[in-house]
T-cell receptor, first 113, second 115 residues
C-alpha cells in the first residue's frame, strides 16, 4: 500500500510539552499540506510545501507551530508548549504538483491534557 | 474569503431511500470543487473533483453535480455502508504563493443509512 502514512496515530501530551508529528507522503508527490481538524468540523489548512519549500504557512495558528520538509519528502509538524486548544486531528495530504487529487493520511489525534 | 456551507448537518435515510446533500460555496476564482468521504477515525477519502458549472461525475451510487453557486451529491438507493461524513471543499486559483492548491472545507454532512 503506497498511501500517506502518519505517526504516531495518537498522542497525549501534558500542557506545555512539545510534540512532533510525522508524515510520510506518497513517493514522488511534490506537494504536501498539513490540515487541522477539530471535532465535528471540516479540516482547516495549516501550511503547504512544494518539495522542500514552504510556500504558504498562513494557516499556522501561532508561532508555537512549526513545519519542515528538509529533503522534500518526509515532513514534520512540531508544536511547542502545547495548549488545550491544540487538541485536534492533524491531517497530512500529499498530491502531485497541480493538486487535482489530494490524498489524505489517517491523521494524528492529539489530546492535550 | 472563500466560504463553503454544507446542508443538512445530519441526514438519516432508510436503505434504498435516495436523497441529496448540498454544498453552497462562495469563492472568487473556482479552480475545483472536491467531494470527500470520511469514516470515523480515518482521513478523508477522495471521491470527485468538479471544475466547471454543468459538470457531473458518477461513482457507484454517488453522483456529483456543479452549478455556479452550489454542488449536489446525489445518493441513489443508499446502503448502510454509505454511512459516513461527506465533506465538500473548494480550491481558489486566485490564492497566491502556490496555495491555490489548498482546500477550504465545509463542516460536512453526517449521513446515516439504516438497514
Amino acid at each position: 500500500g503506497a498511501g500517506v502514512s502518519q505517526s504516531p496515530r495518537y498522542k497525549v501530551a501534558k500542557r506545555g510539552q512539545d510534540v512532533a508529528l510525522r508524515c510520510d507522503p506518497i513517493s514522488g508527490h511534490v506537494s504536501l499540506f498539513w490540515y487541522q481538524q477539530a471535532l465535528g468540523q471540516g479540516p482547516e489548512f495549516l501550511t503547504y510545501f512544494q518539495n522542500e519549500a514552504q510556500l504558504d504557512k498562513s494557516g499556522l495558528p501561532s508561532d508555537r507551530f512549526f513545519a519542515e520538509r528538509p529533503e522534500g519528502s518526509v515532513s514534520t509538524l512540531k508544536i511547542q508548549r502545547t495548549q488545550q486548544e491544540d487538541s485536534a486531528v492533524y491531517l497530512c495530504v500529499s498530491s502531485t504538483l497541480f493538486g487535482y487529487e489530494q490524498f489524505f493520511g489517517p491523521g494524528t489525534r492529539l489530546t492535550v491534557l | 474569503e472563500d466560504q463553503v456551507t454544507q446542508s443538512p448537518e445530519a441526514l438519516r435515510l432508510q436503505e434504498g431511500e435516495s436523497s441529496s446533500l448540498n454544498c453552497s460555496y462562495t469563492v472568487s476564482g473556482l479552480r475545483g470543487l472536491f467531494w470527500y468521504r470520511q469514516d470515523p477515525g480515518k482521513g478523508p477519502e477522495f471521491l470527485f473533483t468538479l471544475y466547471s458549472a454543468g459538470e457531473e461525475k458518477e461513482k457507484e451510487r454517488l453522483k456529483a453535480t456543479l452549478t455556479k453557486k452550489e454542488s449536489f451529491l446525489h445518493i441513489t438507493a443508499p446502503k448502510p455502508e454509505d454511512s459516513a461524513t461527506y465533506l465538500c471543499a473548494v480550491q481558489n486559483f486566485l490564492n497566491s504563493g502556490g496555495s491555490n492548491y489548498k482546500l477550504t472545507f465545509g463542516k460536512g454532512t453526517l449521513l446515516t443509512v439504516n438497514p
